[in-house]
Every structure is written in structure tokens, then in C-alpha cells.
């Protein structure tokens, strides 16, 4: 899939073209199990491609960071550290890809890559016992990548880490720890962090940004349902759930302050450091990492309607 973004006046034109050698319909509900849906079934919009028009990766290849030519300094890799074993993986795979399906140190993860809401979350794919794989479903929900697994057609929500139909309709996804960084910070504090390697098995055109244009405008690509105005919508906030609360920290605030925040989320003492760029770290009383998302606004709220939001001493 290419993404066209062309922004006239105040107005934002997407065109998807895709890439492919045949002709597809548009993402459709009919294509996956709509037993036990957790919301109503109009609440999904096509995002354009269709079913596993955007292609999920498994399997994936890797190479050392000395063969990592193609990345700049300042090009952003989403980091995943398990069990002291890093990988890296650049966003301009990852928007090209959304989900890529790896296993890390005997542990199933799905990293996921929502450019409309500028999230990345890693899961953890082992659900209820059993090992998940999760394609592109072409289906948006509150703007956001709607995963499917590919065991059941089950669809599944990255900012809601949960199921919404099928087997795994009311099942909850485990969120590791992750950052987007930039590679020159990630291999500087993991030198011996392997990279997703551009050899996918797709023909894509990895050194353009699709979503540059959307990224740099106010305005966001599908109508929302809900807005909460406390901020505007397409601000970068981190976003922080624990025992079911929800609070989220303005990023430009965490890039502005020069000493860590002590603040609790649902009675759990955690601190978060300042920000570099757009990497921001949050652990608990013992040093542990917690799992922390950082999206646009809209999104963030829109999936949690009773979030609190940090206001500055």
C-alpha cells in the first residue's frame, strides 16, 4: 500500500494505491468471526487496503547493526529488550507492515505500528494458553489498526490491548515495555541489539515516509466519535494503565523538564524521566520498566474515556 498525503489549505486528501497483483475489496467485516463482539459492528471503518493488504511480518529476518546501512542517526526503531536480548525495529518497516510477528528468547511478541495514531505497542501473543498470530485486519476502530488472529479470525485492538470479537472477544493483551527511539540512542545503549532487516519478502519502498504529510498537520484522517478537548487532539502524550486507570503525561512537558515526575497511577508509585525526543522511560519503586504508550491524543483518550491527564506543579 502507498499512502499519498496532500494537504490543501485546511484540507487533508489521502489516496491509497496498492500494491498488488490482483484486485481486492476494501477491508470488510464479513471477512472475520463477529460472535461475541464487544462493540457494535458499525463502529468499524475501512482504512482503505483489504484484508492483509497491509502485510503483517513472521518470521522475521535480522541482521547486526553493522549491516544496518540503510538507517540513519535520527531514524526512529521501536526497542524491545526480553530477558537482557534486544531487537530493534525501524518505523519505516513498520509502516509499511504494522505487525510484525516475532518470537524473543522463547517469547511469541507482536510488535505493532499504528501510523494514524502514531502508537507502537509490543503484546504479548501467548493468550489463554495458546500462541496468537495477528495479521492486518484493513478495519479501523476509533481511527486505529484493527489486528485479526489468524487462528480464529478474531479481531483484536491495539490501543485497546484487548479482544473485541470472536475466541478472544472479552481477552486482554499483555503490553511489554517498548520505546521509540531514535537508532543512534538504541545502538548507542544496545550495541549488541540486532535490527529487522529490509529483506521482508515484499517489494516496498522503505526509504519514503507515506504518513510525513499526516503527521505534520492538525487535522486527523477519519472522522472521531468523541473529543476530548483538554489538549488538542494530535498532541504526543504518554500514556500509563495500570489495575484498570488510566493517566497520560504531555510529551512536550516531559521533553521540557530536567528532573524525573514521582506520581501514582491507581495507588502504584511510579516514576517517568525526561524525555529524549520521543523516548520517554517509566518504572516503579524497584527500577522495573513499565509498559507505557505513547500516541496522539485522540486515540489515547478515545480508548481511555476516564484517563486523568497530568497537569504541571
Known sequence: MVMNIKKTGTIVIATFLFVSSFQASKGSCSDFDFSNAQVDQNAFKSGGPPKDGI????????IKQSEAK?????????GVVI??????????????????NDVIDETPVAITWCPLTKSAVVF???????????GVSGLLYNSNVVMYDRNYDGLWSQMKMGGLTGKGATAELKNLPSQVTTWKQWRQEYPNSLVLSRKTGHRRDYQSNPYEGYHNTSQVMFPLPDIDDRVPPKSLVVGIRLKDKAKAYPLDMLQRITQPINDQVAGVDITIFPAL???V??????GNRLASVVAYWFAWSGFNQDSLLYKEK
Open 83 to 100: 530477558n537482557g536480548i534486544a531487537r530493534a525495529y525501524p518505523l519505516s518497516i513498520l509502516n509499511w507492515h504494522e505487525i510484525v
Open 281 to 286: 522511560i517509566v518504572q516503579d519503586t524497584h
Open 277 to 279: 525526543d520521543e523516548s
Open 124 to 134: 504479548d501473543r501467548n493468550v489463554n494458553g495458546q500462541t496468537l498470530e495477528f
Open 55 to 62: 502485510p503483517a511480518l513472521t518470521n522475521p529476518e535480522f
Open 70 to 78: 540503510f538507517l540513519d542517526d535520527d531514524e526512529r526503531v521501536v
